[in-house]
């Protein structure tokens, strides 16, 4: 069995900046690429930022510029620093993980975080 816990999100006041950090453990080999997707009421589920077991990262267009995307493989943490927040970036941001479990087999499994809501209100 493998999770994925997430914690760091809250309310916020428009520009400011929250930390969210999500940690995987369980049956884990290796991991490969983490990201972090969210999903505002009413829309579909969008990927915030990704970053590859060797760093390389991707952000959505809208969040370009004021969040970061990190690992620490060997605490198997990802992690997303978002600055300059708005009132749009209030949604429910949710960690996903590429995973293999087993040394004796190449098959990765995808596995998604609980949750946890993000708010920017004044």
């Known amino acids: 069995q493998v999770q994925l816990v997430e914690s760091g999100g809250g309310l916020v006041q428009p520009g400011g900046s929250l930390r969210l950090s999500c940690a995987a453990s369980?049956?884990?080999?290796?991991?490969?690429?983490m990201g972090w997707y969210r999903q505002a009421p009413g829309k579909q589920r969008e990927l915030v930022a990704s970053?590859?077991?060797?760093?390389?990262?991707n952000f959505a267009d809208s969040v370009k510029g004021r969040f970061t995307i990190s690992r620490d493989n060997a605490k198997n943490t990802v992690y997303l620093q978002m600055n300059s927040l708005k009132p749009e970036d209030t949604a429910v941001y949710y960690c996903n993980a590429n995973i293999r479990p087993f040394a004796a087999t190449n098959t990765q499994y995808n596995y998604w975080g609980q949750g946890t809501q993000v708010t920017v209100s004044s």
């Open positions: 369980g049956r884990i080999f290796s991991i490969y690429a």
């Open positions: 970053i590859t077991s060797g760093g390389s990262t």
